[in-house]
């Protein structure tokens, strides 16, 4: 994301700890020579759904691009929204990535109409450029579903901590307003949605494991935790900043809708599998769209390591199962299969991660954290 934004002509500046940054806005755009840049997305959804928007905000020709499996996600919402805006996109009928835009530097806005059914980031990255089309933009949902709806909630309370003045006439209709955005100093909370593994090796195990600063209020969605891992049979308290979670080696079956943040399920999905009931987590059926296909993947593995788990239309059935076994537990270029392989792993022995250096992409300390958290060395 840093580099995207320097393409673009923003100052970023970190310091010696990379733990401020300081971000200084593109200059002039009026003054500027068209662009003619080329940004890697990695495999960072954010990066393919954010900036795009933002990009086309920038006289010139700017690609986008990523890694092989970045190429297999959708893009088509980010991508048709676009040229409903008025500016020129070739994707080459694929819908996805790579893809070019080419704009004047300015864009209209107004009403536009979006099936975000896939992604709630096809509505955050339109809302955060939003401000800076010349009418703002009334931006409406008309898709079937919209899953992680807090993300977009979190969207919009970033906006007006910014003076961006917003508002919400409808559950699925989202109005930003032109102006100016706001600099200022910003505290960036943990990824709570990190925190999940090492939450669930307290259930796993027993005993009690500590998460530090976590925050008293927040928009993310991994505050969910608390609540889905307390059916599951844990106990939280507080101590000062930190949350801490008790469990006693057993776990229990649960019946969830987790629409409101999918980055959740991998976690929960590797609970069940230890779980003395039966469980079914459903409302996300856009899992199909992350990093891999993560439904067919957690299921693929769940099975192939002996235990018993059925694909649904929008989620994942699971039946506890007493031939749970040691193996090879894929990745798929995914960091959220990874840390799921690492919480079965605590009780099936024998479970080998296949490559568990897709982690760097969210938390490249890990294994670190991990291997310290349990004692052991590796």
């Given at each position: 994301?840093?580099?995207s934004l320097i393409k673009l002509g923003t100052q970023i500046n970190v310091s010696e700890r990379?733990?401020?940054?300081?971000?200084?806005?593109?200059?002039?755009?009026?003054?500027?020579?068209?662009?003619?840049?080329?940004?890697?997305?990695?495999?960072?959804?954010?990066?393919?759904?954010?900036?795009?928007?933002?990009?086309?905000?920038?006289?010139?020709?700017?690609?986008?691009?990523?890694?092989?499996?970045?190429?297999?996600?959708?893009?088509?919402?980010?991508?048709?929204?676009?040229?409903?805006?008025?500016?020129?996109?070739?994707?080459?009928?694929?819908?996805?990535?790579?893809?070019?835009?080419?704009?004047?530097?300015?864009?209209?806005?107004?009403?536009?109409?979006?099936?975000?059914?896939?992604?709630?980031?096809?509505?955050?990255?339109?809302?955060?450029?939003?401000?800076?089309?010349?009418?703002?933009?009334?931006?409406?949902?008309?898709?079937?579903?919209?899953?992680?709806?807090?993300?977009?909630?979190?969207?919009?309370?970033?906006?007006?901590?910014?003076?961006?003045?917003?508002?919400?006439?409808?559950?699925?209709?989202?109005?930003?307003?032109?102006?100016?955005?706001?600099?200022?100093?910003?505290?960036?909370?943990?990824?709570?949605?990190?925190?999940?593994?090492?939450?669930?090796?307290?259930?796993?195990?027993?005993?009690?494991?500590?998460?530090?600063?976590?925050?008293?209020?927040?928009?993310?969605?991994?505050?969910?935790?608390?609540?889905?891992?307390?059916?599951?049979?844990?106990?939280?308290?507080?101590?000062?900043?930190?949350?801490?979670?008790?469990?006693?080696?057993?776990?229990?079956?649960?019946?969830?809708?987790?629409?409101?943040?999918?980055?959740?399920?991998?976690?929960?999905?590797?609970?069940?599998?230890?779980?003395?009931?039966?469980?079914?987590?459903?409302?996300?059926?856009?899992?199909?769209?992350?990093?891999?296909?993560?439904?067919?993947?957690?299921?693929?593995?769940?099975?192939?390591?002996?235990?018993?788990?059925?694909?649904?239309?929008?989620?994942?059935?699971?039946?506890?199962?007493?031939?749970l076994h040691g193996g090879i537990w894929g990745t798929y270029e995914d960091h959220r299969m990874?840390?799921?392989?690492?919480?079965?792993?605590?009780?099936?022995?024998?479970?080998?991660?296949?490559?568990?250096?897709?982690?760097?992409?969210?938390?490249?300390?890990?294994?670190?954290?991990?291997?310290?958290?349990?004692?052991?060395?590796?």
């Open positions: 994301m840093i580099e990379s733990d401020i940054l300081i971000v200084s806005p593109t200059t002039d755009i009026d003054s500027r020579a068209p662009l003619n840049a080329r940004i890697d997305c990695g495999l960072a959804g954010t990066v393919m759904r954010f900036v795009p928007p933002l990009a086309a905000l920038f006289a010139g020709e700017i690609t986008f691009d990523g890694d092989e499996a970045a190429r297999r996600r959708p893009m088509k919402t980010t991508i048709e929204s676009l040229r409903a805006l008025g500016v020129s996109v070739e994707d080459h009928g694929t819908g996805s990535l790579p893809f070019t835009i080419n704009s004047s530097g300015v864009i209209e806005g107004g009403y536009l109409e979006i099936d975000a059914s896939a992604s709630s980031q096809f509505v955050s990255g339109l809302l955060l450029a939003a401000p800076s089309f010349t009418k703002g933009l009334s931006l409406r949902h008309v898709g079937k579903d919209l899953p992680s709806l807090p993300h977009i909630e979190m969207t919009l309370e970033c906006l007006r901590q910014r003076g961006v003045q917003v508002s919400q006439p409808e559950e699925t209709l989202w109005v930003v307003e032109p102006g100016p955005i706001n600099g200022g100093e910003v505290s960036i909370e943990p990824d709570l949605s990190n925190a999940g593994p090492f939450l669930a090796a307290a259930l796993v195990l027993g005993g009690s494991v500590t998460i530090g600063n976590w925050p008293e209020t927040t928009t993310q969605v991994g505050k969910h935790f608390v609540e889905i891992l307390t059916q599951m049979g844990a106990s939280f308290s507080r101590s000062g900043d930190d949350l801490v979670i008790t469990g006693n080696g057993t776990i229990k079956g649960i019946d969830i809708d987790l629409s409101i943040g999918g980055e959740l399920a991998p976690v929960v999905i590797a609970l069940a599998v230890l779980a003395d009931g039966p469980s079914r987590i459903t409302g996300i059926a856009h899992l199909r769209g992350h990093e891999t296909d993560r439904l067919a993947a957690l299921t693929n593995e769940i099975n192939n390591i002996g235990g018993k788990a059925a694909e649904l239309e929008d989620g994942i059935a699971i039946e506890p199962s007493n031939e990874a840390t799921a392989g690492a919480v079965i792993g605590l009780r099936v022995p024998g479970i080998t991660i296949e490559d568990v250096s897709v982690v760097s992409k969210t938390m490249p300390e890990f294994v670190s954290l991990w291997t310290g958290l349990l004692g052991t060395n590796s």
